[in-house]
């Protein structure tokens, strides 16, 4: 049996969460078994996925396996992001200096404001009407 050394990170945005195992390899990104390429459409969302490793240059020294739940495709590149982050950290505590000046291992606490009832959305008001 092969000992391989792995190491996790959940990581959340909006109501997105992930689930991201690093371990030593060739570069490859998995997210939800397929390709970063064929799960991310757009060039922004493969960029936000990358950039702690391109920030730590652990690009091609690591492969990355992500389970991504909820939200839509921006909140999901978010939490792989930051899923990312925190398991880099726990695979080379000496990385968490760069991650944290670059603000990748705070967990954006935005979140989408209810809807409040009579009106048609969270801020906009139904058109006034004087007569």
Do not use: W
Not at 73 to 84: N, Y
Not at 93 to 99: A, D, N, S, Y
């Amino acid at each position: 049996m092969t000992d391989i050394t792995q190491h996790y990170g959940t990581g959340r945005r909006k109501t997105a969460t992930a689930r991201v195992y690093i371990r030593p390899g060739s570069g490859d990104i998995q997210v939800n078994k397929s390709p970063i390429d064929d799960y991310f459409c757009s060039d922004v969302q493969k960029m936000v996925v990358r950039t702690p490793l391109v920030l730590t240059e652990t690009v091609d020294k690591l492969d990355i396996v992500v389970r991504v739940r909820g939200g839509g495709p921006t909140g999901q590149a978010g939490a792989v992001r930051h899923g990312i982050s925190r398991a880099l950290v726990q695979f080379d505590p000496e990385l968490r200096g760069k991650l944290k000046k670059a603000g990748f291992l705070t967990r954006d606490p935005r979140e989408v404001e209810r809807k409040k009832y009579g009106q048609p959305g969270a801020r906009k008001r139904f058109q006034f009407s004087k007569r």
